[in-house]
């Protein structure tokens, strides 16, 4: 059974860091790249940063570069993302996705909420 799950979100005040996770299983972790997301309320889901197969190519929207920082673990079949000088704007619900094989899997999110 194919399983993306999210961890590590929360309450936070502006300007604090959270670190969130993403346990995958019931796939090959390395054959599939993947990304973080993220839905603010009202708003329409965006891409927040993607990681290739083995870590080495990591892209960013602007809005996280210099912020925000994701990493995989191969050996641990996790995704992380971790975040510095958070800001209210940066609410919302993270979602871990996996692209690969012809899939494409969506884990079911975790809130992430900044205070002022």
């Known amino acids: 059974q194919v399983q993306l799950v999210e961890s590590g979100g929360g309450l936070v005040q502006s300007g604090g860091s959270l670190r969130l996770s993403c346990a995958a299983s019931g796939f090959t972790f390395s054959s599939f790249v993947f990304s973080w997301h993220r839905q603010a309320p009202g708003k329409e889901r965006e891409l927040v940063a993607h990681?290739?197969?083995?870590?080495?190519?990591?892209n960013y929207e602007d809005f996280a570069r210099g912020r925000l920082t994701i990493s995989r673990d191969n050996t641990k079949n996790t995704v992380q993302l971790q975040m510095n000088k958070l800001k209210p704007e940066d609410t919302g619900v993270y979602y871990c996705?996996?692209?690969?094989?012809?899939?494409?899997?969506w884990g079911k999110g975790t809130l992430v909420t900044i205070s002022s």
């Open positions: 990681i290739g197969f083995t870590g080495d190519a990591t």
């Open positions: 996705r996996a692209l690969g094989e012809g899939f494409d899997y």
